[in-house]
Nanobody
Framework: DVQLQASGGGLVQPGGSLRLSCAIS????????IGWFRQAPREEREGLTCVNGDGGITWYDDSVKGRFTIAVDSAKNTVYLQMNSLEPMDTAVYYC?????????????????????WGKGTQVTVSS
């Protein structure tokens, strides 16, 4: 059974950092693209970044480029999201998701409809 579990959220001051973890079980990550999404109240779920199984290919949304970094630890079957220079606008529930490799442009894994499995979210609040 495929499972993803996001953790690491919390309350942080503006300008601070957090590292989210997505623990993956039940499938071989090389056959999937892993992405991080977030959803703020009354907003649609938006794709932030995604990575292929060996970490060699990444995509970032412009809103987080240069501040967030996605990384894969294959030995631990875990994907991380390092978030720096956090701003109040980053406040949201953050989700990790997995989409099976298929013939679509890599950046389109940023669309929620292209992901097959979702973990429960973790709340990130940026506030002074």
């Amino acid at each position: 059974d495929v499972q993803l579990q996001a953790s690491g959220g919390g309350l942080v001051q503006p300008g601070g950092s957090l590292r989210l973890s997505c623990a993956i079980s039940g499938f071989i990550s090389d056959d999937y693209v892993i992405g991080w999404f977030r959803q703020a109240p009354r907003e649609e779920r938006e794709g932030l970044t995604c990575v292929n199984g060996d970490g060699g290919i990444t995509w970032y949304d412009d809103s987080v480029k240069g501040r967030f970094t996605i990384a894969v630890d294959s030995a631990k079957n875990t994907v991380y999201l390092q978030m720096n220079s956090l701003e109040p606008m980053d406040t949201a529930v953050y989700y990790c998701a997995a989409g099976s490799l298929r013939g679509i442009a890599f950046g389109t894994y940023s669309l929620a409809r292209n992901m097959d499995y979702w973990g429960k979210g973790t709340q990130v609040t940026v506030s002074s």
